[in-house]
């Protein structure tokens, strides 16, 4: 079965009023989308169930951190099965900003990842390298370590509701997209291993999306990659641009 592109706005910590968020939301409710495309966003926790509220049913939304515990002790914490239980079908895991700025290890992004799954989330995993790892030619080793952990922890186990963002870390927010030929080696990359270190089939099915400077300019050839699926876009997810790069396909 052919993967279905797959388009997720990582809003990050924006829009920074309510104001801003409702004309957010007018873009996306006024625009014809491609029907084709799973298009999933992601505001601040703040806003996820006023969003859910008024925007359009046909596109999803996406938590953009939550903790493995269900409830308990853990201040300034969501858990899985709080998104849950409040409809939202998806979370953001190992963003490199979490991982960079708020010290998240692999290890526990897979924690979480396997919580979220067991309360019934599709999870956002991401990858990538730094800039300088990738000038050491050790992107595939740095994102194959940043899935292990995931794949000790779910094995064969159902991947259907895990899409892998690869976002190298020099890429987000810096205006320097990966070219094309860039984010195809990496995916491709990323699906051997999945081969190799669960099974063939999950590597077939696995969506793999690029993340890193993604806008309408570059989404066509990015999206053309064979093992490109759709994109996680940050900043020119807050623009009506979004649409276009939703629309890349059409
Ligand atoms: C991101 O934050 O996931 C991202 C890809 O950001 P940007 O598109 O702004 O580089």
């Not at 493995?68 to 900003?97: C, Q, R, W």
């Not at 892998?164 to 984010?183: C, L, N």
């Not at 570059?218 to 009506?240: C, H, I, R, Y």
Request: glycine share 6%; aromatic share 6%.
């Amino acid at each position: 079965m052919p993967r279905q592109f797959f388009v997720g706005g990582n809003f990050k910590m924006n829009p920074a009023s309510r104001e801003q968020k409702r004309s957010l939301a007018a873009i996306l409710n006024e625009a014809t989308i491609d029907s084709s495309v799973e298009v999933v966003v992601s505001p601040p926790a703040i806003y996820l169930l006023p969003l859910k509220e008024i925007l359009r049913k046909d596109i999803k939304i996406a938590a953009q951190n939550c903790y493995f515990k269900p409830n308990g002790a853990f201040t300034g914490e969501i858990s899985p099965a709080m998104l849950k239980d409040s409809e939202i079908p998806y979370v953001i895991l190992g963003h490199s900003e979490r991982r960079t700025l708020f010290h998240e290890t692999s290890e526990f992004i897979a924690t979480k990842t396997r919580a979220s799954l067991d309360a019934g989330l599709s999870v956002i995993l991401c990858v990538g390298e730094t800039l300088a790892e990738r000038e050491a030619n050790k992107t595939a080793e740095v994102v194959q370590s940043q899935l292990k952990p995931v794949v000790e922890i779910l094995k064969e186990e159902d991947w259907s509701k895990i899409v892998v963002a690869y976002e190298p870390v020099w890429a987000i927010g810096t205006g320097k997209v990966a070219t094309s030929a860039q984010a195809q080696e990496a995916h491709a990359d990323i699906r051997a291993f999945l081969k190799s270190a669960v099974s063939p089939a999950v590597a077939e099915q696995t969506r793999i999306i690029y993340g890193g400077s993604v806008s309408a300019k570059n989404a066509k050839e990015l999206g053309s990659q064979a093992d490109v699926d759709g994109f996680l876009v940050g900043g020119a997810s807050l623009k009506p641009e979004f649409i276009d790069i939703i629309n890349v396909n059409k």
